[in-house]
């Protein structure tokens, strides 16, 4: 049982280039959700996704937008890449009252 | 969401229980108490959560106090995989996600377990 899977899981791109950041998950949960983390902090929400067809902002929305394509998939794309989104990127789903489960990150450097 | 307090960092000798200590005194009815881990360089993973009763499971245990503004989570043998970084978390689990079901992360409590 995969639960949450995420690609790339490292990631180094130039100023200004795009690209999306995927998410998968296999437990037929309804929310997922899309977090950051910078070093010595803790994971600040970039968007969600509330159920299929539905995302909203988070804390820290500028400079990302993102897809719920089905139940299964939420990605997350950086249209023109800057070296603040410097980052480790953690996707995670959940259903109704129950926890959230994470994946293993996709680690993104710009230079 | 109620915020949360945590000590930064904390020791705890192998085979011993570890206690972490977590104070949340603007809590209010219907928020629940989370906690989750996160080891170095992996994704958070959830622990245990309860309301008001203590809760056990396979992983630890989680003592909240009659007036629910703090609680303590004990790993009841530590050991040195748990050496990670604990998180805190106080929300009111609704029907679905966003800012109503994310999960606001602080700094959480760096666990060092030490043989």
């Known amino acids: 049982n995969a639960g949450v899977t995420q690609t790339p899981k490292f990631q180094v791109l130039k100023t200004g280039q795009s690209m999306t950041l995927q998410c998968a998950q296999d437990m037929n949960h309804n929310s997922m959700y899309w977090y950051r983390q910078d070093p010595g902090m803790g994971l600040r929400l970039i968007y969600y996704s509330a159920s299929e067809g539905t995302t909203d902002k988070g804390e820290v929305p500028n400079g990302y937008n993102v897809s719920r394509l089905n139940k299964r998939e939420f990605s997350l794309r950086l249209e023109s890449a800057a070296p603040s989104q410097t980052s480790v990127y953690f996707c995670?789903?959940?259903?109704?009252?129950?926890?959230?489960?994470f994946g293993d990150g996709t680690r993104l450097s710009i230079l | 969401d109620a915020k949360t307090t945590q000590p930064p960092s904390m020791d705890c000798a192998e085979g011993r229980a570890a206690n972490l200590p977590c104070n949340h005194s603007t809590i209010s009815g219907n928020e629940y108490v989370y906690w989750y881990r996160q080891i170095h360089s992996q994704g958070p993973q959830y622990i245990i959560h309860g309301l008001k009763n203590n809760e056990t499971n396979e992983m630890a245990s989680l003592i909240i106090t009659e007036d629910r503004k703090s609680s303590t989570l004990i790993l009841p043998h530590a050991t040195l995989r748990d050496t990670a970084v604990y998180y805190c978390i106080v929300r009111a689990p609704r029907a679905y996600g966003g800012s109503q079901g994310n999960l606001i992360f602080g700094k959480g409590t760096k666990l060092s377990v030490k043989p």
């Open positions: 995670a789903s959940s259903d109704r009252l129950q926890p959230q489960h």
